[in-house]
């Protein structure tokens, strides 16, 4: 069956930094977007960023522009997330979720990994 787990969550000092790992099984990576969402205590769930499987274009929310990379690798089906300059308002749980299209299209996301804490404190 289809399984998204994330991997790499933890406590980081601002400035610091850390690489989410989005472990998928049971489907094929190259057929289909993956993106990465964040939701800390009391706000809303909000996009961070997306890479599509057509042409591996990505996009970025504009809080984390500049700092946070996503990435695809085919072979070990896995989609990564390295966030540098980590801020405290960064703080969140973070989750993958695969869309049932090959390109970003928000609101199509079908499934959802179970999330990563991290945590950004002095």
């Known amino acids: 069956q289809v399984q998204l787990v994330e991997s790499g969550g933890g406590l980081v000092q601002p400035g610091g930094s850390l690489r989410l790992s989005c472990a998928a099984s049971?489907?094929?990576?190259?057929?289909?977007?993956i993106g990465w969402f964040r939701q800390a205590p009391g706000k809303e769930r909000e996009g961070v960023s997306c890479i599509s499987s057509s042409d591996s274009s990505t996009n970025y929310a504009n809080s984390v522009k500049g700092r946070f990379t996503i990435s695809r690798d085919s072979a070990r089906n896995t989609v990564y997330l390295q966030m540098n300059s980590l801020k405290p308002e960064d703080t969140a749980v973070y989750s993958c979720?695969?869309?049932?299209?090959?390109?970003?299209?928000?609101?199509?996301?079908?499934?959802w990994g179970q999330g990563t804490q991290v945590t950004v404190s002095s």
């Open positions: 049971g489907f094929t990576l190259d057929y289909y977007a």
């Open positions: 979720a695969r869309y049932s299209t090959t390109r970003c299209v928000y609101g199509l996301e079908d499934y």
